[in-house]
C-alpha cells in the first residue's frame, strides 16, 4: 500500500503570513490560508492521506469564502442576498455561501432589517423616495414585500415623515430648477405649455416613487407656487 505524502515544510507566503505553502515530500505543494492548516491541527511531519487532504482543502475554502464575506462588510452593510450575488460572482458555490451566511447571521454580523432600516434613513435624510420606490429599492436588496412595507412605515414613523410632504418638497425642489418658461407653463391656462409642464413634473415625481394622493398634493403645490412666482 503506497504511503501518503509526509508534509516536509510549511512556507509563509504573502506579506502578512496569512496564507502558506505546505511542501510534500512526494506530491506538488499545496497553497492554503493559515487558518486552514491550524484548524486541520497538522504541521510538519505530519502525513497528508486523501481524506485529511480533502478535509483541508475543504476547511480552506470554508476560510476563504468568509474572508471575502467579511471583507464586502467592511466597505458597507450588505442584505443576505447582495451578499450572496457578490460572493457567487467571485466563483464561490452556493451551499458553502449559504452556510457562511447562515453562521453569520447567527453571529449578528448579517441583519437584513437593519440594513433595510439605514437604506430608507438615508434616502430620507439625502435623497427622498416615496414608498413605493423605497418598497421596490428593498425589494431589490432581497427583502420580501411584507418585510420592506413594515420596514418603510416604521422608519418614516420615527422620522415624522409622511409620502405627501416629501412629494411636495420634491416638487418644490424640482419647480426651483426650472427655467422661467417651465414655470410660466406651470402657472398658465390650460394648453399645450401647461401640460408640457405638467407632464414634466408628473413624470419627475414617479420616477421617485410618488403615487396617488401624495402626487396630487405636490403637482397642487407646485403650480401654487409658479403662480406666485409669476404674479
Known sequence: ???????????????????????????????????????????????????ARRNLLETDADVRVRGAALNLLSYRARTRLELKTKLRQKGYGADRIDTCLDRLEQRGLLDDAAVAAAHVRDRLLHRPRGKAQLASELRAKGLDTETASDTIDRVFNDQGATDTDLAREAAEGWLRRQGAAMVTGLAGPSGPERDKAKRRLH???????????????AMERAAELAADGAS
Open 1 to 51: 500500500m503506497t504511503k501518503p505524502p509526509l508534509i516536509t515544510r510549511v512556507e509563509p507566503r504573502g506579506p502578512r503570513g496569512l496564507r502558506v505553502l505546505i511542501h510534500l515530500d512526494a506530491d506538488e505543494p499545496i497553497e492554503i490560508t493559515l487558518e486552514a492548516l491550524e484548524l486541520s491541527r497538522l504541521g510538519v511531519g505530519d502525513p497528508l492521506p486523501p481524506d
Open 203 to 217: 413624470g419627475y415625481l414617479a420616477r421617485r416613487g410618488f403615487r396617488g394622493e401624495a402626487m396630487t398634493r
